[in-house]
């Protein structure tokens, strides 16, 4: 799980602005977050043994370059490598070698070649059902942090580097005496990054979202994680948690959350500029071209019988260990609650 990315306040005076910055070291290490170091550390050595480089060789002509990377690309795509080699690798050539940024022409287009040719593998979106068998199942092996957290994801559209380092002091949750919503503060997020913007805002008004929120909140300091573990870990118990209800072969990744989500709530009915804004897309085309994506694989998803029996066994244990007396049911209620055959 990679670190949040450091910021510091502009301080009013040099010297305050000087032991700001220091704090966090210097803007070298800050260019990229380092985990993305560490793989364009590992893409640039492969590069370098491909053409028996040294690391710190001499750039030929940008044209000679550009072959030479190319070359490599080539290897990639024939040697069976993942597209994301590809784009790392070039990448991580732009950062060790800046002065071949702008001059990789052929590369890139290569690398775009193979992107239009090779579909990408995206994962099944979760049906409201699923999503309740799943949490009954986390329920019954007493991770019931897990089975919340999986409410959490499902209901409030959150990517699941989104979800793992969201921090107790960044909920806020209902007061007494005001409306019955909780909001999120993500500070690390793809839109933060990309607007520059300090957080990111995901309001929650759906009543099963407020209570999974409320019981991963319990006993927590301010600066803990609601997740209480990392990315290898929750990743998993996602996986166990899919072998355990036969559904491992389906598709499904822990990315199945959000996209079950928004597709859940949009057959539904609720109106699609609601989910842009709750998604946090910054286009409604590309919501829509999401959602439709989600619709078509919901349409052709066909369970094996054996999975079938169980998510339903784990669907009402779900609904005996979690329901507490009246149940107040908004559009997420009613996705998780009153499915056709819950």
């Known amino acids: 799980m990679s670190r949040r990315t450091k910021k510091v306040l502009n301080a009013p005076t040099k010297a305050s602005r000087k032991v700001e910055r220091a704090r966090i070291g210097r803007l070298s290490q800050l260019v990229v977050q380092p985990k993305t170091k560490q793989r364009y550390e590992e893409a640039f050595s492969s590069f370098c043994k491909f053409h028996h480089l040294s690391r710190g060789f001499q750039l030929p002509q940008f044209h000679t370059f550009d072959e030479w990377v190319a070359d490599c690309v080539e290897q990639l795509w024939e040697t069976g490598a993942s597209k994301s080699e590809a784009s790392y690798t070039l990448a991580a050539i732009q950062f060790f070698r800046p002065q071949a940024k702008n001059n990789l022409a052929w590369s890139w287009k290569l690398v775009k070649t193979w992107n ?78 990309k607007n520059l913007l300090p957080l990111d805002k995901v309001v929650l008004q759906e009543k099963l979202a407020i209570r999974a929120l409320t019981e991963l909140c319990v006993g927590l300091q301010p600066g803990d994680t609601l997740s209480q573990q990392s990315s290898h870990q929750f990743r998993r118990l996602f996986q166990d948690l899919l072998e355990a209800l036969h559904l491992q072969q389906q598709g499904y990744m822990p990315y199945s959350l959000r996209r079950g989500g928004v597709t859940s709530a949009y057959r539904l009915g609720i109106p699609l500029d609601v989910l842009v804004t709750q998604g946090r897309w910054q286009h409604m085309p590309t919501a829509r071209l999401y959602i439709d994506a989600g619709l078509q694989s919901l349409a052709q998803l066909a369970l094996p019988p054996k999975a079938l029996a169980k998510c339903a066994l784990m669907r009402q244990y779900f609904r005996t260990v979690s329901q507490r007396g009246r149940v107040e049911r908004s559009w997420c209620d009613r996705s998780l609650w009153a499915a056709p055959f819950l």
């Open 116 to 193: 239009q040719i090779e579909l990408p593998t995206r994962a099944t979106p979760f049906s409201a059902e699923i999503l309740l068998s799943l949490a009954g199942q986390a329920f019954k092996w007493n991770q019931y942090r897990m089975g919340w957290l999986l409410v959490l994801d499902f209901s409030g559209f959150l990517r699941t580097s989104e979800l793992l380092l969201l921090e107790r002091k960044e909920v806020i949750l209902p007061a007494d005496g005001r409306p019955q919503e909780a909001v999120l503060l993500l500070s690390s997020t793809k839109g933060t990054k």
